[in-house]
């Protein structure tokens, strides 16, 4: 069964500094990974994706993620963090074989930019 | 901007009242989802449906029910609230050209007395 970890249930980061967000999955077939954003009081909204092809994705507003087939790892960075990137960030994976259309979420990271 | 909604986004009710969550999407996707959502822990799919007249269970065990007898419309029930039932109820859609993005609404929480 596939299942999915985030390491670090909060990360506080100051404004403009850098920031990375981990994810590690198992599953014993190929897979798809996502990262989803929350922001308050709102749906997850998708960052970023990986489908195949080159192991370095880059998503909306400045993120990007390198998934890592031997670690197995989808670990989420960004150079330069705003206040606005205040949010919850969820990684997920679907098994790329067979039911895709199921995603399974990790329990999000709670990144917080300090001013 | 994606176009699904859902409705209520907040509701408190009383223990044994049935209540019905509204989600419809304006996309056309024929794939939609319910997902539970518990404060600090991942999303849980409870529900999902193909098309019209598909609905299967998902990972996590639930007492609610859905329908899909229009392909925007996906309401998920429970006819008997409890307040183990208090939680973040998300529906997505997808479309069905692929693996990829999952649009999701801005959520219902619920809250049993």
């Known amino acids: 069964a596939q299942s999915v970890t985030q390491l670090d249930s909060q990360v506080p980061v100051f404004e403009e500094a850098p920031v990375e967000l981990r994810c590690n999955y198992s599953?014993?077939?190929?897979?798809?990974l996502f990262w989803y954003v929350q922001y308050p009081n709102q749906g997850l909204q998708l960052l970023l994706k990986?489908?195949?092809?080159?192991?370095l994705v880059k998503g909306i507003n400045g993120f990007e993620a390198e998934f890592n087939k031997s670690q197995t790892s989808f670990h989420l960075r960004k150079p330069s963090v705003h206040i606005s990137d205040t949010a919850e960030y969820f990684c997920?994976?679907?098994?790329?074989?067979?039911?895709?259309?199921?995603?399974?979420f990790g329990p999000g990271t709670s990144l917080s930019v300090i001013p | 901007e994606a176009d699904i909604y859902q409705t209520p986004r907040y509701l408190v009710i009383g223990t044994g009242k049935k209540i019905t969550l509204e989600c419809s999407q304006t996309?056309?996707?024929?794939?939609m989802y319910w997902y539970q959502q518990d404060p600090g822990m991942e999303l849980h799919l409870i529900h999902y449906?193909?098309?019209?007249?598909?609905?299967e269970k998902g990972d996590l065990s639930s007492e609610s029910t859905v329908s899909r007898i229009r392909t925007e419309h996906f309401p998920l029930t429970l006819e008997s609230a409890r307040p183990s039932h208090t939680s973040q109820y998300l529906c997505?859609?997808?479309?069905?050209?692929?693996?990829?993005?999952?649009?999701f609404g801005e959520g219902s929480r619920l809250t049993v007395l």
């Open positions: 997505a859609s997808s479309s069905t050209s692929g693996p990829g993005e999952l649009f």
């Open positions: 599953s014993s077939v190929s897979v798809y």
């Open positions: 990986y489908l195949s092809g080159s192991t």
């Open positions: 997920a994976v679907s098994d790329s074989q067979t039911s895709y259309d199921k995603v399974i």
């Open positions: 996309m056309g996707h024929d794939k």
């Open positions: 449906s193909y098309g019209v007249n598909s609905t």
